[in-house]
């Protein structure tokens, strides 16, 4: 379809292409699916009654604050209860003014994109990492190269090589419970890439919507909470919070903290983006969390996606074997696998693509996305993404046999 | 404040500078002052109770739909709904498919800005125009052109010539009561509008946030509307709405109206910009439109602007006289004014400076906006703008003479 005359589209839209995995979204209103392709949380857990109420009392106690324009910061009792919220996460110190609200913490990596990346700039992401990032930055014209990782997160020798050869505006992490990867950066990495940034000057963004999503044991302090034990190192160090998770999606409440001169800046972009984040939806979450009943929502979340998460891991290894390779997930709502390329008993060849994969298991009445358009650079056409959060256990266990069919 | 050195700012912030009205903004928070300085309707006439009982049925009607990710392009029945108040303004034949939800029209802006300009771009706007618009397309890189505005709107022989001078990549106009001139583009300049953007092939931005506030008859048609007249020239056209000034701004619903594959690109780049607009804000909206409250709250609302602009009308002419000219707005939030520099009563001389009479205004402990920072170029510094929306009729009486003291 070309475009009427009159309009000539900007250069930046030449960065992006339509995304690979729109096709097999598509595919997914057949009647049946089972899908494991979402990257949402599951609706049924949400707190609809704690939300309602929230918003009610947000009406009832100051109208005109929750309905007219508000501060493109944020409006000031959310500003506190998310710096209460972080603090409860080992972040020290965090003054209300050392954050601002964002339209989902989409938007804080759209402000971060707007704010620092030029045209040709480079940033360092991992490879895989969040697809909406990667689109989101090269809408600025960023040039992107991906860190590899495993289990344990990213490799952080080879972090420390590409930040030395490319001298990047910044690192973007998902250190804990990543999408699609979920991996968890361990304790000990997250001090050397603290370290890293320090000694390099380089600024590490912190992108953190799944950590509250942990099954057993809590993970280690955020880069942000972990700052504090090295000096200098906050300057370093921008963070991305999200209510999307542990609370609704629907809300678009996330937040930014970074340094001042940076977020003054991003408030400024912030202004000219959309003013400020929905007050009426602000409001709210500020009730909510005031109200205190985000810890027992999270118990009980926490505790489905752990049973689900374990459901998957289990079917997967009884039913598709060494034919798929993974590290069970610790947290959020990913299990990220690896077709071996053997046969399920360890002998023998299999289908290695995931992309065919993919494409044999929407026949067989299961969706999943490949992994290939999670890699800035260089992709695993081997890898798929697995989401067990909106699947009940018995139709987990369905959906993996289905996908051992397709296999 | 210098950044931190692992700080290095993207080249398009150079292009935007801070506010020259945040200083006076910061003195509006003085005891007693009488603010004509806001750009923002009136709280007191917020349907506070009809906007709770539709955010109530949302939540019981599809919590899941509310309270969950939504599709980028806006929630379904909301768009229907925005759709039928189109048609319900004389916009013949628009689908729903046809427009997308923004978080308000400030990200309508942004989202064109997006789309369309790349640094260097050249894009007219009208002198005086929409602060953040001024901003929101330079930090995409636009070169703005002003083009001359009267009572009637933009002159359209001086457009025509500027478009066939700098070739734009589109002309932004905010034909109906605009912010800050509160002009009305005549029906006659309306159709010679459209009938240029057709000739010469150049994209026209209508901005309509106003056109449902007139205060006695209806203003003429929206360009979108009268497009029907002139076929081919809905091609050249993009219209932002939104439900901001009549309804409540912190809601933030906007929608964008363009060619489908403009519509397209512009949902590409907001799905990386905040993925979708609150779906809890858009559930509220469209069960409030559907309610059919809208008509009532807008005569209401329509009726307590129209007797400040009376009042600050007849007050102006009478307390200021010949010092100040302005067109009475039959429409909108603002008296957009000049001073003469000759004395009240049309002898001698007076003060002729915008900037210097909004400070003098303080000290007197009225605030109003002046018009330098409203120009793209070539600034009148003799003009300034007076909001009537958010003040009543005796206060408005006391702030206008004590704006006649401090001239």
Redesign the interface.
């Known amino acids: ?13 030449s960065n ?1 292409e ?1 995304s690979a995995i729109r096709e097999l979204f598509k595919l997914l209103g057949q009647p049946g699916i089972i899908s494991f392709a979402g990257g ?2 599951d ?2 857990l ?1 707190d ?1 009654e704690g ?2 109420a929230a ?2 009392r947000a ?1 009832q106690h100051d ?8 501060a493109t910061e944020g409006y000031p009792p959310l500003r506190e209860q998310l710096a209460a919220l972080m603090a409860g996460k080992g972040v020290a110190g965090l003054a209300p003014e050392q954050l601002i609200v964002t ?2 913490s ?2 804080a ?2 402000l971060i994109g ?5 045209p040709g ?1 480079k940033v360092i992401v991992e490879g895989p990492t969040f697809l ?1 990032t990667i ?2 930055f090269r ?2 014209g960023a040039e992107l190269i991906s860190a590899p990782i495993d289990g344990d997160g990213v490799d952080v020798q080879r972090l420390e090589a590409l930040i030395a050869q490319h001298r990047p ?1 910044f690192v973007y992490l998902v250190p804990t419970f990543g999408n699609p990867s979920g991996a968890l950066l361990s304790l000990e990495r997250r001090r050397r890439v603290l370290e890293l ?1 320090l000694r390099t ?3 590490i963004v912190e992108d953190d919507p799944y950590g509250d999503l942990y099954f057993d044991a809590a993970p280690p302090p955020s880069l942000l909470a972990l700052s504090a034990e090295l000096p200098g190192s906050r ?2 160090l921008v963070h991305c919070g999200s209510l ?1 998770k542990v609370l ?5 409440i996330g937040w930014l903290v970074a ?4 977020l003054a ?1 991003a408030v ?2 912030k ?11 602000q ?2 979450a500020a009730q909510y969390l005031q109200g205190g009943r985000l810890g027992a929502t999270l118990e009980r979340v926490r505790q489905v996606y752990a049973e689900r998460a374990q459901a998957m891991g289990a079917a997967l290894r009884s039913e598709l074997g060494a034919a798929l390779g993974f590290v069970p997930p610790q947290g959020g709502l990913f299990i990220w696998a690896r077709l071996t390329g053997v046969g399920r008993s360890g002998a023998g060849t299999a289908l290695a693509d995931g992309h065919e994969l993919a494409q044999r298991a929407i026949a067989q009445g299961v969706a999943f996305v490949p992994g290939r358009p999670f890699y800035a650079s260089a992709p695993d056409p081997a890898t798929l993404r697995l989401s067990f959060a909106t699947v009940g256990v018995e139709r987990i266990r369905e959906g993996v046999a289905r996908l051992a069919r397709a296999l």
């Open positions: 379809m070309s475009a009427p005359t009159a309009i000539r589209f900007a250069d930046r839209l992006v339509t949402f949380p609706a049924a949400f609809v939300i309602r918003s009610e009406l109208p005109a604050a929750a309905l007219q324009y508000g339209t989902g989409q938007q990596l759209d707007k704010t620092l990346i030029s700039d909406a689109q989101c809408l600025y505006k940034a000057q380089t600024l300057d370093c999307s609704s999606p629907g809300l678009r340094p001042p001169e940076l800046k400024m972009c202004q000219f983006s959309d003013a400020h984040t929905s007050t009426f939806a409001a709210t």
